[in-house]
């Protein structure tokens, strides 16, 4: 195999020629990948990289988990139903059974499971519909940094302003306010309590807020547990329905099965997508609390909304929950991480870090306009894969696969520190 420090080049004229300029991952990551097991990738040339994106969240379980793909095989090989709309089927059947009696009983949770197609934006488009159609109101509140996926109602309450500017239309009836800890110096929340009392205030009564525990794409901002019931206080005194998007860090992402775990809050509405398709297959459900469930048949609707190979591959990662013990690796590798990236911010206090993050959902951030982009760049020339996130791209992320092992996860630190130094030394010269 060629090492992955050599600079080689692919050839990628066939996408450049044919495929649209709006890909993006394709030119942080300029090779043509081929096979992928576990937490590796391997490219048509040979070269070996350590995953630290997992498909943006989709591959908690990493690629080609073989008790999931045995399953898969099985359900082909049988002729099994793959298409379905929302018929029912063996297969939705089984997932429905594992998911109450794996995630939602254990927990003592009440929803309904709807599926709503396979996306994350489908699952927060159909969470925003629901809401104004209970309560009659149009405007919902969501929060700086946030995102929520990229069709136009996911869009207005989203908080990147490239990425709502491709919506190429006024984005309406969302208010953004302040994250929690956005600025030292704002009380966001009584803030908006202000804005909710004053008649004057310009804000009409909400039919939801919607938040991530933790912002993904916003830059690895952590909401603390406090500030998250704090929220459904006011939520549950204005009779506000609060709706969580747990599409990046749900499924265990954070640790827990869901990221709002800790916080002991009770969402009215939870959006999963990622990773629970179990395999990288799209696939995505709205829990809905049962006295919610006012949609009318077919009222929202999607001709992949009964991906069953998707069932089938989520079901058997659920497998994975039936005890806490991954929970707890989690956790133990999650505190590695964090240890491991305060070390390199403290080698480098002249690059104004900030390490954020929980679980296996953390990243660096770099007061440096690019520094982040130059540090993913040398991560790939060295074998490890990751992306950027936050407004400005300042943050580098690290999200391995949760089970990854710790030889992997050693190593990938390791690159992600030796890429730290090499971006320093580039920018000197």
Same mark, same amino acid.
């Given at each position: 195999m060629t090492s992955t420090t050599e600079k080689t080049v692919t050839d990628m004229s066939v996408f450049e020629a044919l495929e649209s300029e709006v890909r993006s991952y394709c030119r942080s990551f300029p090779t043509i990948f081929d096979k992928a097991r576990g937490y590796k990738l391997w490219?048509?040339?040979?070269?070996?990289?350590?995953?630290?994106?997992a498909g943006a969240g989709a591959l908690n379980y990493g690629h080609n988990n073989s008790r999931i793909k045995s399953k898969l095989i099985?359900?082909?090989?049988?002729d099994h139903v793959v298409h379905s709309l929302d018929m029912a089927t063996v297969a939705k059947e089984s997932f429905l059974k594992r998911f109450q009696d794996v995630i939602l009983s254990p927990r003592g949770m009440d929803y309904k499971v709807m599926f709503?197609?396979?996306?994350?934006?489908?699952?927060?488009?159909?969470?925003?519909?629901?809401?104004?159609?209970?309560?009659?109101?149009? @405007?919902?509140?969501?929060?700086?940094?946030?995102?929520?996926?990229?069709?136009?109602?996911?869009?207005?309450? @989203?908080?990147?302003?490239?990425?709502?500017?491709g919506a190429g239309v006024p984005l309406h009836h969302a208010v953004s306010m302040p994250y929690d800890q956005y600025h030292e110096n704002v009380d966001s929340l009584t803030l908006l309590e202000r804005?909710?009392?004053?008649?004057?205030?310009?804000?009409?009564?909400?039919?939801?807020?919607?938040?991530?525990?933790?912002?993904g794409e916003?830059?690895?901002?952590?909401?603390?547990?406090?500030?998250?019931?704090?929220?459904?206080?006011?939520?549950?005194?204005?009779?506000?329905l609060l709706i969580v998007d747990d599409v990046q860090a749900g499924c265990g992402r954070t640790g827990p099965f869901f990221s709002f775990e800790e916080a002991g809050i009770q969402p009215d509405m939870v959006c999963l997508s990622k990773s629970i398709g179990g395999y990288g297959l799209p696939f995505a459900i709205t829990l809905i609390k049962p006295e919610l469930d006012q949609w009318a048949p077919g009222?929202?609707?999607? @001709?992949?909304?009964?991906?069953?190979?998707?069932?089938?591959?989520?079901?058997?990662?659920?497998?994975?929950?039936?005890?806490?013990?991954?929970?707890?690796?989690?956790?133990?590798?999650?505190?590695?991480?964090?240890?491991?990236?305060?070390?390199?911010?403290?080698?480098?206090?002249?690059?104004?870090?900030?390490?954020?993050?929980?679980?296996?959902?953390?990243?660096?951030?770099?007061?440096?306009?690019?520094?982040?982009?130059?540090?993913?760049?040398?991560a790939f020339q060295r074998g490890l894969i990751m992306e950027t996130s936050g407004p400005d791209s300042e943050v580098a992320k690290v999200m391995p696969p949760l089970t990854i092992d710790d030889e992997g996860l050693d190593k990938g630190l390791s690159i992600l520190e030796e890429s730290i130094q090499a971006a320093k030394q580039s920018s000197t010269q």
């Amino acid at each position: 195999m060629t090492s992955t420090t050599e600079k080689t080049v692919t050839d990628m004229s066939v996408f450049e020629a044919l495929e649209s300029e709006v890909r993006s991952y394709c030119r942080s990551f300029p090779t043509i990948f081929d096979k992928a097991r576990g937490y590796k990738l391997w490219d048509t040339q040979g070269r070996e990289f350590i995953d630290f994106f997992a498909g943006a969240g989709a591959l908690n379980y990493g690629h080609n988990n073989s008790r999931i793909k045995s399953k898969l095989i099985d359900y082909l090989t049988d002729d099994h139903v793959v298409h379905s709309l929302d018929m029912a089927t063996v297969a939705k059947e089984s997932f429905l059974k594992r998911f109450q009696d794996v995630i939602l009983s254990p927990r003592g949770m009440d929803y309904k499971v709807m599926f709503p197609g396979p996306t994350g934006a489908n699952t927060v488009e159909s969470a925003l519909k629901l809401a104004r159609k209970v309560t009659g109101r149009q @405007t919902v509140i969501s929060f700086t940094k946030a995102f929520h996926g990229m069709t136009l109602g996911a869009l207005a309450v @989203t908080g990147n302003a490239f990425k709502r500017k491709g919506a190429g239309v006024p984005l309406h009836h969302a208010v953004s306010m302040p994250y929690d800890q956005y600025h030292e110096n704002v009380d966001s929340l009584t803030l908006l309590e202000r804005y909710l009392e004053d008649d004057g205030s310009g804000v009409d009564l909400p039919a939801a807020i919607i938040l991530e525990t933790v912002q993904g794409e916003g830059g690895i901002n952590v909401a603390g547990s406090e500030w998250l019931k704090q929220v459904e206080q006011i939520c549950r005194r204005w009779d506000i329905l609060l709706i969580v998007d747990d599409v990046q860090a749900g499924c265990g992402r954070t640790g827990p099965f869901f990221s709002f775990e800790e916080a002991g809050i009770q969402p009215d509405m939870v959006c999963l997508s990622k990773s629970i398709g179990g395999y990288g297959l799209p696939f995505a459900i709205t829990l809905i609390k049962p006295e919610l469930d006012q949609w009318a048949p077919g009222e929202h609707n999607g @001709t992949f909304r009964g991906h069953n190979l998707a069932f089938v591959a989520a079901t058997e990662a659920l497998s994975y929950w039936e005890t806490d013990e991954l929970t707890q690796d989690i956790l133990r590798k999650g505190e590695k991480v964090r240890l491991a990236l305060e070390e390199m911010a403290a080698k480098h206090p002249e690059l104004q870090t900030d390490v954020r993050g929980r679980g296996l959902m953390q990243g660096i951030s770099f007061a440096s306009e690019g520094f982040a982009d130059r540090v993913c760049q040398a991560a790939f020339q060295r074998g490890l894969i990751m992306e950027t996130s936050g407004p400005d791209s300042e943050v580098a992320k690290v999200m391995p696969p949760l089970t990854i092992d710790d030889e992997g996860l050693d190593k990938g630190l390791s690159i992600l520190e030796e890429s730290i130094q090499a971006a320093k030394q580039s920018s000197t010269q």
